[in-house]
């Protein structure tokens, strides 16, 4: 039996058996108290996502200090950056959706093939990046910056596009770790990475210790050389030393049609949803930038300091992701959904939270990055109305990867379309003509609300289960048995 192999008979009945009765060392995601295993797959997932707002709250303080001219670079190289994650997004997401759906059916097998295909991909992927990276000048021009942001944006993309690699490659690993549920691993070694991150931007973007000043570049030089750290002692773990639930080989890289298509099908729309986001992101930085250069900065900081606000909630939705996969997998649908609700609750406490802190504390932590009088008042501005919605922002977030571990990408797809294409970007370029930086917040603010609201829907409605179980199916060549 596997992903690309017919069930026998006698095979489906150890399929059954293994779904039924199984011995794994994963039996806590599908089995026993719902909260202890939701706070046991969570905890190391935000704990990863702390450590990387850390390393982003760290790289924008180094990347601060250049100059207003040098955070609008990096906000503005952020959107076309955006691009590639959006096909990474994608990719990992039917990695994650299927290896968490066959660890719970109890099959290695179709776990190893789709981790193996998911990294064939990610080669091609970044090969790619690499080739358009003599291209990054000309799709900055796009955005009508100024010249010294034009720069600067330049050489930090060319630096990223060049280096992709070990960045798909440390987030194809990751997507395969989360969904066969082993979160500590992760945590540990991206935090390692992270460290070396940190550790390195100073050095690399200031010249330290004889070495050049790189400037906006040498951030990003500093991320390369950190993710290929990461990416070296993954590959080590999954190909090397094995693990429990992965012993990959060279044949697992071998295309496999079967297994390609049924993630392109889940990851399609994910990276469709990516698309939507990027392409309301390009939008409204170029609506911000006929502000000025310190709005557009300002704006950076803050949209900067929202994704670190949202890293903790990648974590639980990436927890509510394994959780509703693995129970799809082991058959057991209505832990799922409960699972769904769980981790959503339990980060919105945790929204509040931080909404609150940022609220009364705009001033200083915008100030943090840049003391710019003009960039404090609208950064203050752009971050009180984003944390003035943020609760919305969260069960967006956590519902949406709970359904797209599931397998169902389409939902959150055109529920983020609508919110953002329909509400968001319209709504804001024209009040911007009226009220300027007000006109615009109001249109983010309202879109988020719609955005939540619906995603709350349609989690509630459970079409992603009937979807889940349709992959769980494919998986196993049939109907999958007791489900």
């Known amino acids: ?4 192999g017919k069930v026998q008979p006698q095979e489906e009945g150890v399929v059954i058996r293994a779904m039924q009765d199984r011995k794994s060392s994963d039996k806590w995601i599908t089995h026993g108290n719902l909260i202890r295993s939701a706070w046991r797959l969570s905890w190391p997932m935000v704990g990863a996502a702390i450590l990387d707002d850390l390393f982003t709250l ?15 670079a990096v906000a503005l190289a952020g959107t076309v950056i955006g691009a590639l994650l959006m096909v990474v997004v994608g990719l990992t997401t039917g990695c994650t959706a299927l290896v968490a759906q066959s660890v719970g059916a109890g099959d290695r097998k ?3 093939l789709a981790t193996g295909q998911a990294l064939g991909m990610a080669v091609v992927l970044s090969i790619l990046a ?23 944006g330049t050489s930090y993309l060319q630096a990223t596009l060049i280096g992709a690699l070990p960045m798909v490659l440390t987030i194809t690993f990751s997507a395969a770790l989360r969904g066969a549920g082993d979160a500590t691993t992760l945590f540990w070694i991206v935090g390692l990475g992270n460290l070396i991150n940190i550790l390195l931007d100073p050095v690399m973007i200031f010249g330290w210790f004889g070495l050049p000043a790189l400037g906006v570049a040498g951030s990003a030089w500093a991320t390369v050389v950190s993710r290929t750290v990461s990416a070296v002692l993954l590959a080590r773990l999954f190909f ?43 939008a409204l930085v170029k609506v911000v930038a006929a502000l000025g250069t310190s709005v557009l900065a300002a704006y950076g900081i803050a949209m900067r300091i929202g994704m670190v606000m949202m890293m903790p909630g990648m974590g639980f939705g990436n927890a509510a992701a394994t959780l509703v ?21 339990i980060y ?3 929204a509040v939270g931080m909404s609150v802190f940022c609220v009364i504390f705009a001033r200083p932590v915008i100030a943090f990055f840049n003391n710019d009088l003009q960039v404090v008042a609208a950064g203050v501005a752009i971050l009180r109305w984003y944390c003035a919605t943020f609760l919305f922002i969260s069960l967006s977030i956590v519902l949406g990867r709970a359904m797209a571990g599931a397998g169902d990408t389409l939902a959150p797809m055109v529920i983020t379309a609508i919110s953002m294409l329909g509400i968001r970007v319209p709504l804001a370029w024209r009040l911007s003509v009226v009220w300027g930086l007000a006109g615009i917040l109001i249109g983010i603010a309202a879109s988020s609300v719609v955005q939540g609201c619906l995603m709350v829907c349609a989690f509630h409605w459970g079409r992603w289960k ?4 349709s992959h769980l199916d494919a998986m196993l060549e049939g109907p999958a048995g007791p489900c």
Do not use: Y
């Open 466 to 469: 009937r979807i889940g179980q």
């Open 348 to 350: 919105c406490l945790v």
């Open 240 to 282: 090397v030393n094995g693990h429990p639930h992965f012993r990959l080989t060279l044949r697992d890289l071998r295309p496999r049609s079967a297994v390609i298509w049924r993630m392109t099908k889940i990851g399609i729309f994910s990276s469709g949803q990516m698309f939507v986001l990027n392409l309301s992101a390009v």
């Open 130 to 152: 690499a080739i358009l990276s003599v291209f990054s000048q000309g799709v900055l021009r796009l955005f009508g910056a100024e010249q010294a942001v034009l720069a600067q």
């Open 110 to 112: 179709g776990a190893e």
């Open 1 to 4: 039996m596997g992903v690309t």
């Open 325 to 345: 996969g693995q129970n799809i997998g082991a058959c057991r649908p209505q832990r799922a959904e409960r699972a769904g609700w769980l981790v959503a609750g």
């Open 58 to 72: 760290v790289d924008m303080s180094f990347v601060g200090r250049l100059g207003p001219s040098a955070l609008a």
